[in-house]
């Protein structure tokens, strides 16, 4: 999901600065206009389309229970369709240009309790009958009015057209869903005795009893583990990324089997690591400036894993 790569509870105004950039990408073909909070307030929205299209987006304050996080939702849409239904702010949509009202959106990262939809379509009913108690005083909204859900996993498209084009500010953090414990122990044996031999070699045939060799055998192990996991959901949340990080990868691995198969002198083959690293991190940061500093390290050290893993990267 979304909401797992960019943080589950942003800032109110982060939150709003990104929905704002979703809308007008998805929407800038129908005339999508953001709504400043100022100079007379937003009148209830944060943005419109010239179809008819209105959102109001709402970031809860921190991480609440499936019951609360409804609460909060509930209120918060009950609070923002008060004000739509009420004649001042008609006025206000009005003067601003705002058309004929066919969908309200509520936005927010996610909903966990299904009873937030039922709530939202007790207030589209709410607001119909308004208009059919009294259709001049309602002739804002349309007849077939209706109030949508919305949460980051529907912007998820646009997301990634934004965060490769590098017109958002949002930074992408691979590491938000990957936090539990890796048991580098299940490790393929082929793989463990490939980095065990090849971190033997970067650091001079150190004896395998050595306590620095053995953490730096089980860390890369663990990145080596770690970085399946970390791609392969990225594969799935967002493909478009992942080939593009793959195409990056693939050619620096390439780079990284010539440079260290060519390499003769034992003795630089430390120095020769410290390089590679360095450069592969040097280019990811600057090919994906989108991703967050921890993720550039860890994609970084987590390819280096399975360089040493398989036979990619070789020091003899």
């Avoid at 942003?10 to 206009?33: I, K």
């Avoid at 090849?198 to 663990?222: L, Q, T």
């Amino acid at each position: 999901m979304v909401i797992d790569y960019i943080g589950n509870y942003m800032e109110g105004d982060a939150w709003e600065g990104l929905c704002d950039e979703w809308y007008r990408e998805r929407y800038q073909s129908e005339g999508y206009q953001k709504i400043p909070s100022i100079a007379g307030g937003d009148a209830g929205i944060e943005g419109f389309t010239h179809t008819g299209i209105v959102y109001q987006c709402y970031c809860p304050e921190r991480g609440y229970a499936d019951n609360e996080l409804y609460e909060h939702l509930r209120k918060k849409m009950t609070t923002d369709i008060n004000k739509l239904i009420d004649g001042k702010y008609k006025e206000r949509l009005i003067s601003l240009g705002v058309p004929k009202i066919q969908e309200w959106h509520f936005v927010t990262p996610e909903y966990k309790d299904s009873k937030i939809l039922i709530h939202a379509k007790n207030k589209t009913d709410l607001v119909l009958q308004k208009k059919a108690d009294s259709p001049k005083d309602f002739d804002y909204i349309a007849d077939n009015f209706k109030i949508i859900v919305k949460v980051a996993e529907d912007f998820k498209l646009e997301f990634t057209r934004l965060f490769r084009s590098k017109c958002s500010d949002v930074k992408l953090d691979l590491t938000l869903k990957n936090t539990s414990e890796i048991d580098w122990e299940k490790c393929d044996s082929e793989k463990a005795e490939n980095i065990k031999r090849k971190v033997r070699a970067v650091m001079g045939n150190i004896s395998v009893d050595d306590m620095n060799y053995k953490d730096i055998v089980r860390r890369y192990i663990e990145y080596y583990m770690r970085g399946r996991e970390i791609l392969s959901d990225l594969h799935v949340s967002f493909p478009r990324i992942y080939e593009e990080i793959q195409e990056l990868e693939s050619t620096c691995k390439n780079e990284v089997e010539i440079r260290t198969k060519m390499n003769v002198d034992k003795s630089i083959n430390g120095k020769l690591f410290s390089e590679l690293i360095k450069e592969f991190g040097d280019r990811l940061e600057s090919e994906f400036d989108n991703l967050s500093f921890a993720s550039v390290s860890e994609l970084k050290q987590d390819m280096v894993g399975s360089w040493l893993a398989d036979c990619s990267m070789e020091f003899r």
